[in-house]
């Protein structure tokens, strides 16, 4: 009997597309939503995993927010979903669980703001597309629904609350799509007291903060403007000793009046402007407090303002992207250490501030897909994996090892391939040389360039083979899909050149940052193979090197033919022919002497190498008559020693095949089925380890993993769940080719969903 240990050892997910998602808290911790999970990021860890996963909504996560306590600290979180639910988080003894939801809302649930009244009373307000906004009260533990706010037909885009001062009771400000900020105070429930006017398109952002028993409010809009609000008690002084008026609305609530002025309006930014926040800034000799203001925008900045002695707001800091394909920022929130920014493409961006310089430094951050990752692969000896996705991007992760003593941790360091189509399908041929399929006719082979190959060095301490005389970069060409190779000599400075996405060299020792990855990784493209008619579903390349087996979406014998080709001249060496339908996955044997193909027409077929004539013909298959799978077979892998393989399907079902001594006249021919496996979901992905037992690894369409061991009959030693594993339909299992010598127990499983994931996670086996 084997006792089995999972041990998370790198996360890798962009957060999701939208404002709101990402929050950050004094300690250091951010969290935000990825797909339809929360994930919570220790920028303090510094060499272990840094994240926790928490998988609880049925759908993406639109919004996160830390509660903060009136000291400070963040021991609770708020999220809001499109399943119509909002949950709050607390963590209970060092376990985050979900303490409440929140049900009602009709439609998702977009905006999500939580406030504490008193001790561990908290008020939460959501908004939802149902054009309502709901306001919950927890006290002594108990969840109540206390009022739905209804907008008619209007649509809450952001909504903020804080405490009045002098009064110390909750007023909500609530951002809609008439292009105003409404005002709502509580008597006995929240009613409108005001509307603030002047932006003149949508109000994606609010905040604020007291200042001297006064609310400073920030809105931005879509209108490029953020203005700045001083809501305070009214009285009936002039409002400027200059003589000049400035004008000024009044409410009234909680039994006093109160009055609104536009203190600023603040310009700077070009495009829709999604994200504001306040932040207190104490000089070191005590001077008085500063109030700041930090925003993001589409036009790809983040601007810091603060206040001048005249009152006037300026810009102190300015940063963001240069070039890229991105499409600006979503949102940026202040923490311990500086700031960060959520891009377009769901990538987080940390800047270290530097306060007696007044300077930002770039700082290494987590990243990853922002889409369905639909394959992933270990280098041939476990140095690094290779994945592409559904969001056209192929990303290399790797082990940054931060001292002497080899302690490391896992990072994105490349994206050799940004596609103008999804990717599907990857394999390597070599160390410095890929190949990938996208929702195109083209195969396209990638080959490592000379900067990669000393950067890879520098960052993991590990030496790549490679063309020491070979390409400096690559840089895409405006309108191009191709990845055109830069020599070392080629004038960088040519006037003709595209300067926008254009390569320069950087020499890192340590991982890129997001601008670094889209514009400076890229590997140049060094062949096309043209021969499928419709697009490419499936490639492999052979253990050792000297073939690759492609496939492509199809309804057709013809179409659903194996093409072979020769990686030394690229050419195509052979087509077979043996399924009706789509081929799902490709396996070569680990001696590289036979071919696996299963497809959609729910049979699998092996085809044999001849070693002289370098050409496959069929050694076995199924057929009609003798195929187990009922539905789609997904997928297939051989074991270690390739004495056998297995097939997993849709309809549940894990077959486990080998050759035998009989010969029969079947399409089977010598093969038979040693044993099957029946599991509750459909198997979407197989893998074995790299053992001398048979131990298997079987992903599901549910997004968890289950680890079995086979000796005569199957055994369940572990059950993955959607918080250590994927909580939608698994893509790719797979495990580092071979066992690190010094920890023969140990074998890394490589894993990636259609929830954007790329997982790796440490498997110790033990008998007992």
């Not at 002497?404 to 896992?410: E, F, T």
């Not at 103008?420 to 396209?444: F, I, N, P, Q």
């Not at 008619?533 to 073939?547: I, N, R, T, W």
């Amino acid at each position: 009997m084997l006792k089995v240990n999972v041990r998370q050892l790198y996360t890798s997910v962009a957060c999701n597309r939208t404002p709101e998602i990402v929050d950050w808290n004094k300690a250091g911790v951010i969290c935000y939503g990825a797909s339809n999970a929360v994930v919570i990021y220790d920028t303090k860890i510094i060499y272990n995993d840094p994240t926790i996963v928490l998988s609880h909504h049925n759908s993406r996560v639109n919004s996160v927010k830390w509660l903060t306590k009136p000291d400070g600290s963040s021991v609770e979180m708020i999220s809001a979903s499109a399943d119509k639910t909002a949950a709050i988080w607390s963590q209970v003894k060092g376990v985050w669980k979900v303490t409440s939801v929140l049900a009602g809302h009709e439609d998702g649930v977009t905006c999500i703001y939580g406030m504490y009244t008193g001790g561990n009373d908290l008020f939460v307000f959501t908004a939802s597309i149902d054009s309502t906004v709901k306001v919950w009260e927890r006290s002594n533990e108990t969840v109540l629904l206390k009022q739905t706010i209804n907008l008619n037909s209007g649509l809450c885009l952001s909504l903020h609350a804080q405490m009045l001062p002098i009064v110390n009771k909750p007023v909500l400000f609530l951002g809609l799509d008439d292009n105003k900020v409404h005002v709502f105070a509580l008597n006995g429930e929240y009613h409108r007291v005001d509307s603030l006017m002047g932006h003149e398109d949508w109000v994606r952002g609010l905040d604020s903060i007291i200042d001297d028993n006064t609310i400073l409010l920030a809105s931005a809009s879509q209108d490029t403007y953020i203005r700045v609000w001083r809501i305070q008690r009214f009285d009936d002084e002039p409002c400027s000793s200059s003589g000049i008026k400035v004008e000024r609305k009044v409410f009234e609530a909680y039994d006093v009046i109160w009055s609104v002025k536009l203190e600023a309006v603040l310009a700077g930014h070009e495009g829709w402007v999604y994200g504001v926040q306040w932040d207190v800034f104490s000089e070191k000799d005590n001077k008085q407090p500063i109030h700041r203001l930090l925003s993001s925008s589409l036009d790809k900045t983040i601007i810091v303002w603060e206040p001048e002695l005249g009152g006037a707001w300026v810009e102190k800091i300015r940063v963001g992207e240069v070039g890229g394909n991105g499409l600006g920022f979503y949102g940026s929130r202040f923490g311990p250490t500086g700031f960060l920014g959520h891009g377009y493409n769901g990538s987080l961006h940390i800047w270290t501030l530097d306060k007696e310089l007044q300077t930002c430094k770039p700082s290494v951050v987590l990243g990853g897909h922002f889409n369905g990752v639909e394959d992933v692969k270990w280098e041939g000896k476990g140095r690094y994996i290779l994945s592409v996705s559904l969001d056209q991007t192929a990303r290399i992760h790797a082990p940054w090892k931060k001292n002497v003593h080899g302690a490391s941790q896992w990072y994105e360091v490349a994206r050799p391939q940004v596609h103008g189509y999804d990717m599907c399908s990857v394999s390597l041929v070599s160390s410095t040389e890929y190949v990938s399929a996208a929702e195109e006719k083209v195969v396209r082979v990638f080959q490592a360039p000379h900067n990669f190959i000393q950067n890879f060095q520098n960052i993991t301490g590990e030496q790549l083979e490679g063309d020491v005389q070979g390409p400096e970069g690559a840089s895409v060409p405006s309108l191009g899909l191709s990845n055109k190779a830069v020599f070392s000599g080629d004038d960088m400075a040519d006037a003709d050149v595209d300067k926008d996405g254009y390569f320069v060299p950087v020499e890192l020792h340590e991982p890129p940052t997001e601008e670094t990855l889209m514009q400076n990784t890229l590997w140049p493209e060094a062949h096309k193979l043209y021969g499928h008619g419709y697009e490419v579903f499936c490639v492999e390349a052979s253990p050792d090197g000297q073939l690759l087996a492609t496939t492509c979406k199809a309804t057709t014998a013809q179409h659903a033919a194996v093409l072979i080709w020769d990686t030394k001249t690229w050419n195509q060496i052979q087509k077979l022919v043996s399924h009706q339908l789509t081929v799902t996955q490709l396996a070569f044997s680990p001696n590289s002497q036979f071919l696996l193909s299963v497809s959609r027409d729910r049979k699998w077929t092996l085809f044999k190498r001849d070693l002289e004539s370098n050409s496959f013909a069929i050694a076995a298959g199924t057929d009609k008559s003798n195929g187990v799978h009922s539905r789609i077979i997904w997928c297939c892998a051989w074991l270690y020693d390739g004495s056998g393989f297995a097939t997993g399907s849709r309809d549940g079902k894990v077959c486990l095949w080998a050759q035998t001594n009989i010969e029969t006249d079947t399409s089977l021919k010598d093969y038979g089925l040693v044993s099957k496996l029946e599991v509750q979901s459909s198997v979407t992905a197989l893998a074995f380890g790299p053992c001398p037992t048979i131990f298997a690894a079987v992903g599901l369409e549910t997004g968890m993993i289950l680890l079995y061991s086979f000796q005569d009959t199957w055994s369940l030693l572990y059950e993955m769940d959607n918080n250590i594993a994927h909580h939608l339909t698994i893509k790719r299992l797979t495990f580092k080719p071979k066992m690190d010598k010094d920890r023969k127990n140990e074998m890394f499983l490589a894993s990636c969903g259609a929830d954007h994931f790329v997982r790796i996670n440490s498997i110790t086996a033990k008998s007992i």
